[in-house]
C-alpha cells in the first residue's frame, strides 16, 4: 500500500492510498500520457512531476509522490532486500525465515518487511519484491553526488600567466573555478559541468533517466 500525495504550484494538495497495482498503473499511464519526469528515493518512494500550460496564465506545476508507510530501511533491510531481489526463487519457510540464495534471512526482519508490504507472497511460499523494494533497491543503485568547486585561486598556482579579475574584497588578481563534478554510484555517470547547480542537474536528469527506464518495463503485479 502507498501513500499518494497530489500536490501543485497552484495550491493543490490530496492525499490518498493506493495499492501496488494501481500505483504500477498511476506510473505507467502518467509517464505515457503526459511530458512527465519520474524519480525514485531511496525510501522506496517514487516522485512524478510534470507541468500544466494553461492559455494567459501561468503554468502549474504539479507532483504526485507515492510513498510505503512507516519509517526509513535499515542496512540489514536493504541487504535483505538485495539478496531476495538476486535469488532466483526466494521462500519462506514454516518458521517466518526467507530463503534466498543459500542464506537465511531473519524472521524479525522479514516480518518487518512484510508488515511495510515491501514484501509480498508469490504461489504457494515464493516471496517477491514489492514495488517500494524494487524503487528502494533502484535508487540506492544510484546514489549520485557532486563536487564542491575549487573556487576562487591564484593564476600562477596552475601555471597560467592570466592577471586574473579585477574585483574588489581580496579577489583582485585571482580567477573563480566553479566546475563541479557529478558521479554516481552505478559507474554510468561522471561528468564536468560549469556549476555545482548544473552538476546537481546532470546528477538529477541521470536518476529520472534510470527512473523513467525502470517505470517503462514496469509490468501489473501478479495477482497474490
Ligand atoms: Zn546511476
Redesign the pocket.
Known amino acids: 500500500m502507498f501513500r499518494i500525495i497530489r500536490s501543485g504550484s497552484d495550491g493543490l494538495r490530496e492525499e490518498g492510498n493506493a495499492t501496488e497495482a494501481e500505483a504500477t498503473a498511476m506510473l505507467t499511464r502518467g509517464l505515457r500520457l503526459r511530458t512527465a519526469t519520474v524519480e525514485a528515493h531511496r525510501r522506496g518512494a517514487i516522485i512524478l512531476t510534470w507541468t500544466v500550460y494553461r492559455l494567459s496564465a501561468m503554468p502549474i506545476q504539479r507532483t504526485v509522490t507515492a510513498e510505503p508507510f512507516g519509517r526509513a530501511l535499515t542496512p540489514t533491510m536493504y541487504a535483505a532486500l538485495r539478496r531476495i531481489g538476486q535469488a532466483p526463487r526466494p521462500r519462506l519457510v514454516d518458521d517466518g525465515r526467507i530463503l534466498a540464495l543459500g542464506e537465511d534471512i531473519a524472521r524479525s526482519t522479514g516480518a518487518h518487511l512484510f508488515t511495510r508490504q515491501f514484501l509480498a507472497r508469490s504461489g504457494r511460499d515464493e516471496v517477491r519484491l514489492a514495488l517500494p523494494a524494487r524503487l528502494a533497491l533502484l535508487a540506492d543503485?544510484?546514489r549520485?553526488r557532486t563536487t564542491a568547486p575549487h573556487g576562487w585561486y591564484w593564476p600562477a598556482d596552475r601555471g597560467m600567466s592570466s592577471a586574473g579579475l579585477n574585483k574588489p574584497a581580496g579577489r583582485c588578481g585571482r580567477l573563480y573555478d566553479g566546475t563541479s563534478w557529478a558521479g554516481?554510484?552505478?559507474g554510468?555517470?561522471g561528468d564536468y559541468a560549469d556549476s555545482r547547480t548544473a552538476a546537481a542537474a546532470k546528477a538529477r536528469a541521470?536518476r529520472q533517466q534510470?527512473t523513467a527506464a525502470f517505470v517503462e518495463g514496469l509490468c501489473p503485479p501478479p495477482i497474490a
Open positions: 543503485d544510484h549520485t554516481c554510484s552505478c554510468q555517470l541521470h534510470v
